[in-house]
Nanobody, 124 residues
Framework: QVQLVESGGGLVQAGGSLRLSCAAS????????MGWFRQAPGKEREFVAA????????YYADSVRGRFTISRDNAKNTVYLQMNSLKPEDTAVYYC?????????????????WGQGTQVTVSS
């Protein structure tokens, strides 16, 4: 059974940084595109960042581009999200997800497996 477990969330002041991690149990991790999504209260789940299985191409939502960096370590079956210059509007539950569909698709429905989420709260 595929498991994705996020960690690293917490409370931080505006302008601060956090690093989220997602450990995957899937044997096919190295061939899966990985993504981060977030969901704020009363809002739909939205795309944040994605990285291709080959750890090459990445893609970001406009709202986080230049502040967040996604990376992966296939030897450790782990994907990371480094979040800098955090803003109160970044407050949400952050989810890690794995996709076996082709690269270039960034909607929640394009992802097959999901973690349980980790809370990120940015105070003003």
């Amino acid at each position: 059974q595929v498991q994705l477990v996020e960690s690293g969330g917490g409370l931080v002041q505006a302008g601060g940084s956090l690093r989220l991690s997602c450990a995957a149990s899937v044997r096919t991790f190295s061939s899966s595109n990985m993504g981060w999504f977030r969901q704020a209260p009363g809002k739909e789940r939205e795309f944040v960042a994605a990285i291709r299985w080959s750890a090459g191409p990445t893609y970001y939502a406009d709202s986080v581009r230049g502040r967040f960096t996604i990376s992966r370590d296939n030897a450790k079956n782990t994907v990371y999200l480094q979040m800098n210059s955090l803003k109160p509007e970044d407050t949400a539950v952050y989810y890690c997800a794995a996709s076996n569909t082709g690269w270039g698709r960034f909607e929640p429905d394009d992802y097959d497996y999901w973690g349980q989420g980790t809370q990120v709260t940015v105070s003003s």
